[in-house]
């Protein structure tokens, strides 16, 4: 009874926070996927090649998934925002199966709790995030590989609550459905490929003692991989490229050198630590090392295999190129350690010292949205809900804008600014202004920054805050977005 008022809790948590969402509009790289969704919705287009300047080189699930829904509904926020929730949904379910597995109804409701909290995954809930699919896809396909692992190794107790002498029937339905959710994975995004690849190697680790023969590990792959691999030579044939786009080859999909691989791996580690993370995975490794010593545990062993493999195949994939980090790239992790965290909790004798450390996480999760660093550094905007205010300033200013009569056209700014609101809020008209690439700002007489722009023209903004007029400022909570008029 209490896991089914748990599960019911959570869901009517994010049904609202889909409720409350549906104003927000597309933000940050959401907008290229809801233009290639866009050009599939006005082209009618089935071959799944969007327009070259928003294809990422992966097969186009997200974007297909909105145009469907706007073919079928209309296009429009309200559809988009409703679109996910199943996915939402399904997140849900498979998190608590997952949590399930190793949790207590005590600590299962920590983990569901934690998981309330989670800053970066509630903001891309709250976003439309293109990774929603992809952690679905991913948390299905580990459930999948778990109990397939268990069906074949029915005689060592992983996990809690599961029953001994199944069928073949069942698992060869846990095949099965662990392909086609791998499947999936990997076609919702290039990461979705690299976890696909990391849940390979989880795999192989999980089983390596076990009697069965490789030929039938490799079987679960075989299919996803040819279809992978199909859709990148179709690519090709369509676009005359595989995965680095001409576009964007001499910036974030270049390779990069030794050293600056070594700054890579500190954003890495930055990024996944960052916005109240530091407590958890502080606890994580001391408390299972404790607990290492005290007596060997396979559950513990096997959380800790579902959270450190995914998380360096992710690493060794991103660490080599150009690309900037982001939190969200980490999200699935950040879900294993929740379920990690309370697992460990779980351990602890007292009841008070095991919600004193829930409360500590609580609050460390909490204050993450509203860390602010230095704006040289970087704010990871679509991962906190400090982002929130920037949607009321930014009509708030395109209305001040409109409302002086001063063209769009003749204004610079940068990303996420650039947006135009054809993309972002679906409109039916074009609005936009300018991109000032590199800069020189001087290039436009008008010149809209934000603290949300992690610029690349420091210099030059700085000299602009100094020397040019500012003719209208407006600020909420964190976020500013200033307009300046050369003089």
């Known amino acids: 009874m209490q896991n089914k008022i748990v599960l019911s809790f959570t869901f009517l948590f994010f049904i609202l926070v889909t409720i409350f969402s549906l104003p927000i509009p597309f933000f940050w790289d959401g907008t290229f996927f809801s233009e290639a969704a866009l050009y ?42 409703l679109a996910l929730l199943p996915f ?7 998190y608590f199966k997952l949590a399930k597995r190793f949790l207590n109804p005590r600590a299962l409701l920590f983990a569901m709790m ?88 989880l795999d192989v680790v999980l089983n390596y003692s076990s009697s069965k023969k490789i030929k039938t ?19 090709y044939y369509k676009t005359g490229w595989y995965l680095f786009s001409p576009l964007r080859e001499n910036s974030h999909e270049t390779t990069v050198s030794v050293t600056m691989m070594f700054r890579q791996l500190f954003f890495i580690t930055w990024k996944i630590i960052d916005f109240g993370r530091i407590t958890l995975w502080l606890f994580l490794i001391s408390a299972a090392l404790y607990f290492h010593k005290k007596q060997t545990n396979h559950q513990l062993k096997t959380i800790l295999k579902v959270i450190f493999i995914p998380l360096l195949t992710l690493s060794l994939f991103m660490i080599p190129l150009a690309n900037p980090i982001g939190h969200k790239y980490f999200i699935t992790i950040f879900l294993c350690l929740n379920i990690g965290v309370c697992f460990l909790i779980q351990q602890l004798p007292a009841p008070k010292t095991q919600l004193i450390f829930i409360l500590i996480f ?6 993450g949205n509203f860390w602010l660093y230095p704006e040289k550094y970087g704010n990871g905007w679509d991962s906190s809900l400090k982002v929130l205010p920037y949607f009321q300033l930014k009509n708030q200013m395109d209305e ?8 769009p056209e003749q204004i610079g700014t940068q990303f996420p600014l650039i947006a135009d609101k054809k993309f972002s809020h679906l409109s039916d008209t074009s609005f936009h202004y300018k991109n000032v690439w590199r800069g020189p700002i001087s290039t436009y007489p008008y010149f809209l920054f934000s603290n949300v722009i ?34």
């Open 400 to 407: 001040f804008i409109k409302t002086q009569k001063i063209n």
């Open 362 to 367: 609580f609050l460390s999760l909490l204050s």
């Open 114 to 201: 934690l998981l309330i909290f989670e800053p970066t995954f509630i903001t891309q809930s709250i976003l439309m995030g293109y990774d929603l699919l992809m952690i679905y896809f991913f948390l299905l396909s580990l459930n999948a590989l778990i109990k397939k692992t268990f069906h074949t190794k029915a005689p060592l107790a992983f996990f809690q609550k599961e029953g001994r002498g199944v069928s073949s029937i069942k698992i060869i339905f846990q095949h099965k459905i662990y392909t086609l959710a791998l499947i999936f994975l990997c076609l919702s995004s290039v990461r979705g490929s690299i976890l696909g690849v990391s849940l390979f190697i």
């Open 40 to 81: 599939f919705f006005e082209n009618n287009s089935s071959n799944f090649i969007p327009s070259q300047q928003v294809d990422t080189g992966g097969f186009p699930l997200y974007s297909t998934y909105l145009a469907l829904a706007w073919k079928v509904f209309n296009k429009s926020l309200f559809v988009s925002h």
């Open 88 to 94: 939402l949904i399904g997140i849900v379910i498979e």
């Open 217 to 235: 590990l490799l079987l679960s792959y075989a299919v996803p991989f040819t279809i992978l691999l199909l859709w990148a030579f179709y690519h």
């Open 454 to 487: 992690n610029s690349d023209i420091p210099n030059q903004i700085e000299n602009t805050k100094n020397t040019w007029q500012l003719i209208k400022s407006i600020k909420s909570g964190e976020i500013y977005i200033h307009l300046y008029k050369e003089k």
